[in-house]
């Protein structure tokens, strides 16, 4: 075998003793129960709403307090330490609000950091000491350890562990002492968390579940339609680029575009008021918490109406040139009757209503005006050249895949296209037919081509990219075309319906569970298929659950946009050794609330899965890898030190 990969190893592990220490250690790990996987997806730019959901586990930081304090604690003692560990800034500022005498809030400081270190073995019971040392708040190390492993059996060291808490108290640290125990238990409480896409669009944030995921201990990240669209505009995808500015102006979020990513839209403002004047469907949503007056409505109206134009102009010259896209029913400036204000789509005739076709020449309609296109060239520039958004973008890019195995399940945003009869569907790309997983990787080839190709506009693999957010056998959208035409400017509503792939209907069906599972190397008697992307409609009864277990579909929406279809507040998922909780969160009003009221509805539990046997970290894809590293460090042993 080739030495050299020993020899670096050697380095690292330079004595026999600290090779056979950690071959001990990694063989010991294998045995502790696997880690909690925490399940999230179509966050939607709800920050606030994902906030509460990541630092309460879905409901298991409560568990675990409830299960060693329930006997100590009343329920409101529980709500209330409960609240400490999610907002721990927030609850301290509030008790010293309230604790105006200093006794009363020493009392309080060390009621609660004798239960935090009450709570913190029971929440790290599966790590090992390391893994634990590697949480607690840096500082404070060595005072937390003299805690949490004291031994009192002689009664000798009473004093000695009143005084270290007395002495953080009065030293002024307890304050970050307690906010660095809380995050510690977040921590402990989810070990790996998979957001199974659509970060962004629609909800005002998504750049702040950015930051938090960048800064999160483990996780990835399955990406989503949304996602890929945002990837695509900074992969130089000017479609994409008019889609993401459209859908902000459309949810009122173009301060995501100016302020946060600083990309300037003058230009586009500019344009917009020269040509479009106010149109109903163009007008923002409105947002409760967000009033904007008349003026400021009127101008996104207008820039809402400049880029949808953009964008469906710059649409045609992609389907033209992508025959195998098989996209010419969307070829929908080219399919208007101008004089007669009328579009034949699909085979049928429909009158136009709310036009705005101001820039548009009918002999060649497709054609951008010079000044169009100028303004999608300087934002596509602005695009590229925000640092904040290239952060975001590499991050998503490095975190993220199109589709991922993990611990036997495959967690993946949309679908696998599938024709009526539950076979994968084929799709030609240069010459050679794809199905399945190969599709998939294909998709994801692309991608990572188009991303790190970003002066490239025009080619193949930036026009996959926009593929993927709007084409029939995208991955992605799984749907046989995108109707944003029809819904601004036909009034019969038959014609915006998104008719769905069929693997939305056959994903009931256990049968086509288990032969996907199977396309993707994983056992179909153990794996399930983990969903985003369409929101299920718990108000009629739909259950997330199905295919025998087989399927889970998480969207319950977080997206507020949504939440009158589905009657909750998004689904989540966990799955830590002894088995799968499926969780309904119930509608987030504000952390306020969670920190004045303790009111934190506690969420349903569905149990998916109850594992016979406590499943064991051997048995997980990190145990895969821990396995790897032992076989190399056995072979150093006998390389080095057994001759
Ligand atoms: O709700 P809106 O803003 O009209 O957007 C509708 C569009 O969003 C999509 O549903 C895609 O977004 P999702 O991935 O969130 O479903 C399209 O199919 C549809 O055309
Ligand atoms: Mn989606």
């Not at 995050?183 to 938090?212: A, E, S």
């Not at 309609?365 to 169009?372: H, N, S």
């Not at 994968?424 to 080839?445: H, N, P, S, T, W």
């Amino acid at each position: 075998m080739n030495t050299k990969y020993l020899d670096l190893l050697s380095e690292k592990y330079n004595s026999e003793e600290k090779v056979v220490t950690e071959i001990i250690n990694l063989e010991a790990i294998l045995h502790l129960p696997k880690g909690t996987e925490h399940f999230v997806s179509d966050l939607h730019g709800e920050y606030h709403a994902f906030q509460h959901v990541l630092r309460n586990g879905s409901g298991k930081v409560k568990e675990k307090i409830k299960d060693i304090f329930k006997e100590t604690m009343t329920e409101q003692q529980i709500n209330d330490f409960a609240t400490l560990v999610y907002y721990p800034e927030d609850k301290i500022k509030l008790m010293k609000n309230k604790l105006t005498n200093k006794d009363e809030l020493h009392k309080w400081y060390q009621k609660v950091i004798c239960d935090m270190i009450t709570l913190i073995p029971y929440a790290s019971s599966k790590y090992t000491r390391s893994k634990l040392r590697k949480a607690l708040p840096e500082q404070f190390v060595f005072v937390i350890e003299e805690l949490l492993y004291k031994s009192d059996k002689y009664s000798n060291k009473k004093t000695y562990y009143e005084q270290i808490t007395q002495q953080i108290i009065t030293l002024g640290q307890s304050d970050k002492l307690i906010t660095g125990l809380a995050y510690t238990i977040q921590r402990l409480i989810v070990d790996h968390l998979h957001v199974v896409g659509d970060i962004y669009d629609r909800g005002p944030d998504p750049d702040k579940i950015m930051d938090t995921l960048i800064n999160y201990h483990s996780l990835d990240i399955q990406w989503g339609n949304h996602d890929v669209l945002w990837l695509g505009a900074y992969a130089g995808s000017k479609v994409c680029l008019a889609n993401i500015i459209r859908i902000c102006a459309r949810y009122d979020n173009l301060d995501i575009i100016e302020d946060v990513y600083g990309i300037n839209l003058r230009p586009l403002l500019t344009l917009a008021e020269k040509y479009y004047d106010d149109n109903q469907p163009f007008r923002p949503k409105q947002h409760k918490d967000k009033p904007i007056s008349e003026h400021e409505t009127l101008q996104i109206t207008k820039i809402h109406q400049a880029i949808a134009i953009i964008q469906f102009k710059l649409e045609s010259p992609i389907i033209k040139r992508r025959e195998f896209f098989n996209m010419e029913d969307r070829l929908v400036l080219e399919q208007i009757d101008y004089e007669n204000q009328e579009i034949t789509i699909y085979g049928k005739t429909y009158p136009l209503e709310n036009t705005c076709f101001a820039t548009i020449d009918p002999d060649n309609p497709a054609k951008l005006l010079a000044e169009e296109e100028e303004v999608i060239n300087k934002l596509l520039v602005s695009v590229q050249h925000s640092e904040k958004l290239a952060r975001h973008m590499k991050f998503l890019m490095k975190k993220g895949n199109l589709y991922l195995p993990y611990n036997g399940n495959l967690l993946i945003h949309g679908c696998i296209p599938l024709n009526e009869n539950g076979e994968m569907e084929q799709m030609e790309i240069e010459g050679k037919v794809y199905k399945g997983r190969a599709l998939l990787d294909q998709f994801e080839k692309y991608l990572r081509y188009a991303f790190s190709h970003r002066e490239e506009t025009d080619d193949l693999a930036t026009d996959m990219v926009w593929y993927l957010w709007t084409g029939e056998y995208s991955s992605l959208f799984g749907k046989r075309a995108m109707t944003t035409f029809e819904r601004y400017f036909i009034k019969d509503k038959a014609s915006h319906k998104e008719v769905k792939n069929h693997y939305y209907y056959l994903r009931e069906n256990e049968d086509v569970c288990r032969r996907i599972l199977e396309e993707f190397d994983l056992d179909p008697d153990q794996g399930h298929i983990i969903n985003g992307h369409t929101p299920v409609k718990e108000i009629e009864g739909e259950n997330p659950i199905k295919a025998n277990g087989k399927m889970i579909v998480i969207d319950g929406g977080f997206s507020k946009a949504y939440q009158s279809t589905t009657g909750i507040a998004g689904y989540t998922l966990l799955y830590n050794s002894f088995g799968m909780q499926l969780v309904a969160h119930q509608h987030f009003n504000s952390k306020e609330e969670v920190i004045n009221n303790g009111a934190d509805v506690l969420s349903v539990k569905r149990v998916v899965d109850k594992e016979l046997e406590r499943k064991k970290v051997g048995e997980t894809n990190v145990g895969k890898d821990l396995q790897e590293e032992i076989t190399m460090l056995k072979k150093l042993m006998e390389y080095r030190y057994m001759n």
